[in-house]
């Protein structure tokens, strides 16, 4: 399994924007397909964006398309970012990270085995 630490989380106000981290402890991301999922207060855990190994794919779902972008860092192949932009309260929740590595290059979604705890974002005035 890989070690993943989120960051970045905190308290935004509506219409600002925010940027997540996913670090990997000792592992480089390059190869694996990463993706942010959030759970929010009342709903089931649900996916946000994924990327897949080198980032060939990068799918980002239906609730913040366009207000998303899951991204690899330029300088540190260990690292995987999530920026939003116009936040809205109803995107109040916990974010996590994911990884694991797939056979197939533009397989994204699917079961993950390395998880990170999860960081809070609450967009409130």
């Known amino acids: 399994q890989v070690q993943l630490v989120e960051s970045g989380g905190g308290l935004v106000h509506p219409g600002e924007s925010l940027r997540l981290s996913c670090a990997a402890a000792?592992?480089?991301?390059?190869?694996?397909?990463v993706a942010w999922f959030r759970q929010i207060p009342g709903k089931a855990r649900e996916g946000v964006a994924c990327?897949?190994?080198?980032?060939?794919?990068?799918?980002v779902e239906a609730p913040v398309k366009g207000r998303a972008t899951i991204s690899r860092d330029n300088a540190n192949d260990t690292v995987v970012h999530l920026e939003m932009t116009t936040m809205t309260p109803e995107d109040t929740g916990v974010y996590r990270c994911?990884?694991?590595?797939?056979?197939?290059?533009?397989?994204?979604?699917?079961?993950?085995?390395?998880w990170g705890q999860g960081v809070q974002v609450t967009v409130s005035t």
């Open positions: 994911a990884v694991e590595k797939r056979t197939h290059p533009t397989w994204c979604w699917g079961s993950f085995g390395s």
């Open positions: 990327t897949t190994g080198s980032s060939i794919y990068t799918y």
């Open positions: 000792g592992y480089s991301l390059k190869d694996y397909c």
